[in-house]
């Protein structure tokens, strides 16, 4: 089996019996800013009620994964009263990593020693998989990359915002930067939702565009405006007055939408929309629905349209604006349809 050569480190965050919250262990090794970033990223120092066993986010093209444990008072960790174990990797599959993070917990709670927690870290890196006793087991093959793209709540984000859900539809196809906002206790909310928003867009496949947990400080902002586009999600409400970080807000908790002035000529809606809506929530209509189900109908609307706009394209397969407008579409139509062209790669630079 091959080994797993997407991990980039492994840490432990300790929060001791007097309270204070320390890194005590990495490797093969952590940046200090890294450090920094993940130290306040887990629960350890945040107020109970708030406390979450796994988030997850990304930092410079990397992914992290942050499972937090909560120690019985009988422990071979006798001056530790909980720990994080940190996984940076290069790719998004939040089950896979929990999975592991899991596993190597249960081996540094039974050994009260981080060599244990290398021992996995190792096992994986080298032959994709770990077995070593009755704490738990691992291995890569047990988790498939589209498993973790269709593990989403589509359907779920089309029942809350129904017919306005084309806008969060058109967003993603047309490349631009969403923010999406829950209250600090809904993170785990915030996460299933910004993960859920690429399936809109399933031909791409793309997860980077994804992140989840960003807070409005100078270098989390910098590292996010570092992208062309993106869906960040955050749990501070004054993001909704950060206009110029987004096209695009979601408000999770109210159910609203709203477009940044900016954006609103872009976002413009058609008839076009308005089937493509409707379509969308008739898939609520029927109970037997799933998720997995409307990306796919979702999906197949995506390719006729596609398939009905490369049929526009000249010789050299590019579209001119110009063909659009012989064509005598609404204004909305004409631009939306361009502005997808282009970020199909199906315009001429």
């Known amino acids: 089996m091959a080994g797993l050569g ?49 988030l997850y986010s990304q930092v410079e093209r990397n992914w992290y994964y942050i499972f937090t444990h909560k120690l019985p008072e009988n422990n071979n960790l006798p001056k530790v009263e909980a720990f994080s174990l940190v996984i940076e990797s290069k790719d998004f599959n939040p089950e896979k990593y929990e999975a592991l993070c899991r596993t190597a917990a249960a081996q540094y709670c039974r050994a009260g020693s981080p060599t244990t927690v290398l021992e996995v870290y190792l096992g994986v890196v080298t032959k994709g998989k770990w077995s070593g006793d009755a704490n738990g087991k691992f291995s890569v093959q047990d988790f498939q990359q589209k498993h973790a793209f269709a593990n989403t709540n589509v359907l779920g984000i089309i029942s809350i915002f129904g017919l306005e859900t084309i806008l969060i539809y058109t967003a993603m196809l047309l490349k631009k930067k969403i923010a999406v906002y829950y209250p600090e206790q809904s993170l785990g909310e915030l996460l299933t939702f910004t993960r859920s928003l690429p399936a809109f867009v399933w031909h791409r496949q793309n997860w980077q565009v994804v992140y989840p947990f960003v807070e409005l400080n100078k270098d989390e902002i910098g590292d996010l405006q570092n992208t062309s586009h993106y869906v960040a999600g955050f749990t501070d409400a004054s993001i909704e007055s950060r206009t110029e970080l987004y096209d695009v807000y979601v408000n999770g908790t109210t159910g609203q939408i709203s477009i940044a002035n900016h954006a609103k000529e872009a976002m413009a809606m058609g008839k076009l929309h308005k089937d493509i809506a409707l379509a969308m929530v008739k898939l609520t209509e029927n109970p037997a629905n799933t998720s997995q189900i409307a990306i796919k109908e979702i999906s197949t609307k995506t390719k006729e349209l596609l398939t009905n706009l490369k049929s526009l394209a000249s010789d050299d397969g590019t579209i001119a604006l110009e063909t659009l407008k012989e064509r005598k579409m609404p204004p909305a139509t004409e631009n939306f349809l361009y502005s997808l062209a282009a970020c199909e790669g199906l315009v001429a630079m």
């Open 6 to 54: 997407d991990l980039v480190c492994c840490g432990i965050i300790e929060k001791d019996t007097n309270g204070d919250v320390l890194w005590t262990w990495s490797y093969p090794s952590v940046t200090e800013a890294h450090r920094e970033l993940f130290m306040k990223k887990c629960c350890l120092a945040w107020k109970a009620e708030d406390f979450i066993l796994f």
